[in-house]
């Protein structure tokens, strides 16, 4: 099985991207699209993962006055299971390493799996389009 993850660079890429959350989040979680596709689409940045050159998963990271958010983690449903959201998440963190603050809304159901990747849950638990979710940060050793 070939895997790989990559910055997304063109337009035809930006569709994939879509398509997955679209799959994932508006038919597979029922979140209406009015609210996955939002008015933050073009400030984040995109990876891909892709096994055997299918597109199976993306993720973004964005600027914000915190510090940089990480969002929109989303895996097709078929090929969970296979590391694909680990492997997004240690990319993005090795082209983020200089950023001083990394954050992101952990769905609950998410929250250990983040927390083995070494982020730390902060305050409590809030709901987001009717989802439980959890405000984790990422630290940088020796930060």
């Keep these: 099985m070939d895997f790989n993850v990559k910055i997304v660079k063109s337009n035809s890429e930006k569709e994939l991207v ?3 959350r679209k799959e994932v989040f ?5 979140i209406p699209e009015h609210m996955e596709i939002d008015h933050n ?10 096994i055997d050159n ?15 958010k990480l969002e929109r983690f989303a895996v097709l449903s078929e090929y969970r299971s296979n ?5 997004m998440t240690k990319f993005i963190l090795k082209n983020l390493h200089n950023s001083k ?4 809304y952990a769905q609950k159901s998410a929250i250990k799996f983040y927390e083995k990747l070494g982020f730390k849950s902060v305050g409590n638990l809030f709901e987001e389009v ?14």
């Design 26 to 30: 508006i038919r597979g979680l029922n």
């Design 83 to 87: 590391g694909i959201g680990q492997k």
């Design 54 to 68: 299918i597109p199976v998963g993306t993720a973004r990271w964005r600027e914000t006055k915190i510090g940089i």
């Design 130 to 143: 009717g989802i439980k979710h959890q405000k984790m940060i990422y630290i940088f050793e020796g930060k």
């Design 101 to 104: 603050i990394i954050y992101l």
């Design 41 to 50: 689409e073009d400030l984040a940045t995109y990876v891909l993962a892709y």
């Design 18 to 20: 879509l398509s997955i």
